[in-house]
């Protein structure tokens, strides 16, 4: 039968619509276009999390986050590391923005808290303001390794990535080509395991 040039364009059109709705989750020649699981750099990166919140009200205890203020602080970092406890080899990207949504909020209620009791200036001099400026550093990075779209940190919690530590010479031509957020979070996977190992000797 002779096709004419309306007929295969008539047929074209469903096709396309087919594979265009495969791409959603359906396996196309053996190969699916759908990530469900988080991968395990990032899993190591929530997993540090944990580590590096719970340095944060002992590190900052000494310069003035003590009484009222750091009672609720370390209830905020309990929260926290309740969510990130739920982390494991593996993680649905499902999981992850739960339990990246749980340490945003929580963050965005510590954040004022340690800014009243330490002025923004002098974060960026002591271990417990470097350690919560790399943390929200290193953010941006986990929040796209977990699909999150829209990220939940607010005005005075991003202020505190002013406090994060200066990156290592050797990472920061790399920071300019894959984003510094990638770097922080490499760094603050690299601290954290420096941390556990010293508490584990």
């Known amino acids: 039968m002779l096709l004419t040039r309306r007929s295969l364009l008539a047929t074209a059109a469903p096709a396309a619509l087919a594979i265009g709705l495969a791409g959603c989750g359906t396996t196309i020649s053996g190969i699916t276009n759908t990530v469900t699981t988080v991968g395990p750099t990032v899993i ?9 919140f719970a340095q ?107 406090s994060a530590p200066a990156l290592p010479a050797s990472s920061r031509f790399k920071a300019l080509a894959t984003g510094s957020s990638q770097q922080y979070m490499n760094l603050l996977i690299q601290r954290a395991s420096a941390a556990s190992r010293y508490h584990h000797r």
């Open 44 to 52: 190591a990166a929530l997993q540090a999390l944990g580590t590096m």
């Open 56 to 162: 944060v009200v002992p590190q900052l205890a000494p310069f003035g986050l003590t009484g009222t203020s750091q009672s609720e602080a370390l209830s905020i970092i309990s929260t926290i590391e309740s969510a990130l406890s739920g982390v494991g080899s593996t993680l649905t990207l499902s999981q992850g923005q739960s339990i990246l949504t749980v340490v945003e909020n929580s963050l965005n209620t510590l954040a004022p808290i340690i800014l009243a009791a330490i002025p923004a200036a002098a974060l960026a001099a002591i271990p417990g303001g470097s350690i919560i400026g790399l943390i929200v550093a290193a953010l941006p990075a986990i929040e796209a390794g977990v699909n999150f779209l829209v990220s939940l940190i607010g005005q005075a919690a991003s202020s505190l990535k002013t």
